[in-house]
C-alpha cells in the first residue's frame, strides 16, 4: 500500500495549504507600518538580586503614532537595549487609539488626566501656538500629529505616570460631532448659536452720545 507523501501533501495537506494562504492574504502588508513613528521616551537599567550577584537589564518607554491622530504607548524590559526597545514598539502599535482632533492640528476642548500621581491639563490652543508641554509629553503630541497644544504636568514628573495619565486625558476628549450622533442631535444643537460681537464703532458711538 502506497503511503502518503510525508509534508501533508494529502487531502488534509490541502486544506491547510489552503488555510495557510487564506491567513497570509488577510496578514497587512509589512508596509501598512512602515508610516509609523516612534519615539523612545525613556530608558532606564534596573537590577535583580540573585543568589549569585545582581542581574542587570533595561527598561524602555516608546510612544508610537501614525501623525494622523493614532497613538500608543508600550513598556519593554529586557537584557539589551535594542530587544527592550523592540518589546515596548511592538506592544504600543498593539494599544493604539485614535484621538479626534479640530481642524486636524489642535484638541476640542480642555481635559483633566489623571493616573497615579500623575496629573496633566491639557488646553486646546489656536494656530500657530505649537507644542508647549514637557519631554514625555511632548513625545506624545509629536506622534500623534498635534501642532497645537497646551499642556501642563501638576502631579509626580515619573515619565511613566506622566505618559499613562496623558493618555488617559486623550482617551477622554470627544468631538462635537460624536456628542451630538450619541444624543440624537444636530452638531448645531450642540454647540449653541454663534455670538455676534457688537460693531468695533458702537463704543465710539456710544461715547458721542454721552
Known amino acids: 500500500m502506497a503511503r502518503e507523501p510525508r509534508g501533508g501533501e494529502g487531502e488534509g495537506g490541502e486544506r491547510r495549504r489552503r488555510g495557510r494562504d487564506r491567513d497570509r492574504d488577510n496578514r497587512p502588508e509589512r508596509g501598512e507600518g512602515d508610516e509609523l513613528q516612534d519615539k523612545l521616551v525613556t530608558i532606564n537599567r534596573v537590577a535583580k538580586v540573585v543568589k549569585g550577584g545582581r542581574r542587570f537589564s533595561f527598561a524602555a518607554l516608546v510612544v508610537v503614532g501614525d501623525q494622523k491622530g493614532r497613538v500608543g504607548w508600550g513598556a519593554g524590559k529586557a537584557r539589551e537595549v535594542p530587544e527592550a526597545i523592540r518589546k515596548a514598539t511592538e506592544q504600543a502599535k498593539r494599544s493604539m487609539i485614535r484621538v479626534p482632533m479640530r481642524e486636524g492640528r489642535t484638541l476640542h476642548h480642555d481635559i483633566i488626566g489623571e493616573f497615579g500621581a500623575g496629573r496633566v491639563i491639557l488646553r486646546a490652543a489656536p494656530a500657530g501656538t505649537g507644542i508647549i508641554a514637557g ?38 476628549c470627544t ?36
Open 135 to 172: 519631554g514625555p509629553m511632548r513625545a506624545v503630541f509629536e506622534t500623534l500629529g498635534m501642532g497645537d497644544v497646551v499642556a501642563k504636568c501638576t502631579g509626580t514628573t515619573n515619565p511613566h505616570n506622566m505618559v499613562k495619565a496623558t493618555f488617559a486625558a486623550l482617551a477622554r
Open 175 to 210: 468631538s462635537p460631532r460624536a456628542v451630538a450622533a450619541r444624543r440624537g442631535k444636530k452638531v448645531a444643537d450642540i454647540l449653541g448659536p454663534r455670538r455676534e460681537q457688537p460693531p468695533a464703532e458702537a463704543p465710539a458711538v456710544e461715547a458721542a452720545r454721552g
